[in-house]
């Protein structure tokens, strides 16, 4: 099977105005994003999808295959819709433009889900929480999902609830990591959909899956990543990165 990855990368965020061209110790955060999933095994191509002609001029200055979408792709899932609709891939890997750390290795299992499962439409990452302040942060998304993996829900707010609060209990909620990876006919098919009401309302994508009656393969990663919807995530960021070097 064939397997391309997009990274949509969108420069005007309400929160973070410009945020694919922050600098990271140098260099600009897409470049981390695409330098990172440039290392996967499974991807065959990697293309970065825009809505700026800054972002589309940077990339092709590191060297990446940039393209310039159209100002009607209201989303990144659009956006990554109309890079490979005219391409002939049977999987596409929807990367974050704001996950610097994504860790190759992590992408690579997602994608092999639905190599080794025909049945699998749409599959996405979640690593088991072990830090208790990003359980009430709403830019940190949990996810929950039943004993064969598939997504129950997504939310910005603390899922599940625990009763227990024994302070030294084991954290028992998973952080959602920005990545999906779909069947090419299945992603132009959601890109047609109209938004949903909990989609609307927690500002998630990818409740539209879930509200239509699909189901989500989460496949349980060890590589923890740091998002970076805002500027004090970007130094975090920057702190992880100057510790492991």
């Not at 890109?191 to 899956?209: D, F, H, N, S």
Request: with cysteine; hydrophobic share 35%.
């Amino acid at each position: 099977m064939k397997a391309i990855g997009v990274i949509p990368a969108r420069y005007g965020s309400k929160r973070f105005p410009g945020k694919p061209l922050a600098d990271i110790l140098g260099k600009p955060m897409i470049q981390y994003v695409w330098e990172r999933v440039s290392k996967t095994k499974t991807l065959e191509k990697v293309i970065i999808a825009t809505d700026d002609e800054r972002i589309l001029k940077k990339a092709k200055e590191f060297g990446a295959e940039a393209v310039l979408t159209s100002p009607s792709s209201s989303s990144g899932t659009e956006r990554v819709a109309e890079t490979v609709k005219g391409l002939d891939t049977d999987i596409v890997a929807n990367i974050q433009g704001d996950e610097p750390l994504i860790e190759p290795r992590a992408i690579d299992e997602a994608i092999k889900s639905l190599i080794e499962d025909p049945k699998i439409l749409v599959a996405t990452l979640a690593y088991r929480m072990t830090k208790k302040e990003e359980l009430g942060d709403p830019n940190v998304v949990k996810v929950v999902f039943d004993k064969n993996n598939f997504a129950l829900y997504f939310s910005r707010s603390p899922i599940p609830y625990s009763r227990i609060q024994d302070p030294g209990s084991r954290i028992q909620a998973y952080k959602h990591l920005g990545l999906y990876v779909y069947r090419k006919n299945f992603l132009l098919k959601l890109a047609q959909m109209k938004p949903t009401p909990l989609e609307r309302i927690e500002g998630l994508e990818q409740l539209r899956v879930l509200e239509n009656g699909y189901r989500i393969k989460v496949i349980e990663t060890e590589c923890d990543s740091i998002g970076v919807d805002t500027p004090e995530d970007l130094e975090r960021v920057k702190t992880h990165l100057q510790e492991s070097q």
